[in-house]
């Protein structure tokens, strides 16, 4: 079994595809097949069920899946230690961040960071808060940075900035006047929210709670799962929503949305890394940017 091997079949169960595997790891549609097939071989299991033209992890493969990330994820610290041996010539920066953060705020800092480190490779996921703190908690990715406070025991976090998070609508929607709103307004709104597990819908129901409403009253039309297809379904007059202000800020700008009469509820940013994994040198100078 090599660590080849392994990084295919984790990328085909990712994907529950050989063709997109294949493709997001530059491959023959053809080897990486071949490398599925020889591990199940060497080793006398089916870790997908094949159905028709589909491929499906069975539960075998789900039990190896665990245990092969957990390999790649040491082979990967084990990778980082003997880059770091070359200062910061060589290696690679590995960090996920959720959906606003890294559409929003992440972009620049990466391109300062790159200038300054050339020779470092950057592996720059996305994904909502709590697939960043799954993903920095399992040591696929070293740094974590997300908006809203995350409790897990085996993570450090530190806020590195702060964003807003604003209510908007579209132009004709009644708030749009400017209208000071209340619990009442709220109560009777038509919402449209990001989904469960992303840091912007814990800030929403964080405010309702502060509101004493529960989500189960409001009027929700519709949950979707990105900033951008939110915005979109705000500016088509679905309904009211809260989001980032650093998001809304280009449909602010052109008029296309509109900020609505409530106070602003600050969010901060956090960094997160893992407590006790291989803390490499590239993390510790990114870490080290982006307190600049």
């Not at 082979?75 to 770091?84: F, G, H, P, T, W």
């Not at 953060?101 to 909502?128: C, E, M, Q």
């Not at 960094?271 to 307190?291: G, M, Q």
Request: glycine share 8%; proline share 3%.
């Amino acid at each position: 079994m090599t660590l080849d091997q392994l990084r295919i079949f984790a990328e085909v169960a990712r994907q529950q595809h050989i063709t997109k595997a294949a493709k997001a790891m530059n491959m023959t549609q053809s080897a990486v097949s071949a490398a599925v097939i020889a591990l199940e071989e060497r080793h006398g299991v089916a870790l997908f069920d094949r159905i028709g033209r589909s491929i499906v992890l069975n539960q075998t493969g789900t039990i190896f899946l665990e245990h092969a990330l957990q390999v790649l994820a040491e082979a990967k610290a084990a990778e980082s230690a003997l880059s770091d041996l070359a200062g910061l010539l060589r290696g690679e920066l590995s960090v996920m961040a959720s959906q606003t953060v890294g559409a929003y705020w992440l972009p620049s800092r990466l391109a300062t960071f790159h200038a300054r480190y050339p020779g470092l490779g950057l592996d720059v996921r996305i994904g909502n808060t709590e697939a960043v703190g799954d993903a920095v908690e399992a040591g696929r990715v070293e740094l974590g940075v997300v908006e809203g406070a995350v409790d897990r025991p085996a993570l450090s976090s530190r806020m590195i900035a702060t964003d807003e998070m604003i209510l908007v609508v579209s132009p004709t929607h009644p708030w749009a006047k400017g209208k000071k709103l209340g619990k009442a307004d709220f109560e009777d709104a038509t919402w449209v929210l990001r989904e469960p597990g992303s840091g912007t819908r814990l800030a929403f129901e964080t405010m309702m709670t502060k509101e004493k409403l529960k989500l189960q009253a409001l009027n929700v039309a519709i949950v979707l799962p990105g900033n951008e297809a939110v915005l979109g379904a705000v500016e088509a007059g679905m309904g009211a929503t809260l989001t980032s202000r650093s998001a809304a800020q280009t449909e602010l700008n052109s008029g296309l949305l509109v900020e609505a009469n409530a106070s602003p509820l600050p969010r901060p940013f956090f960094l997160l890394r893992h407590k006790e994994r291989y803390r490499s040198k590239a993390a510790d100078a990114f870490e080290a940017l982006l307190s600049e």
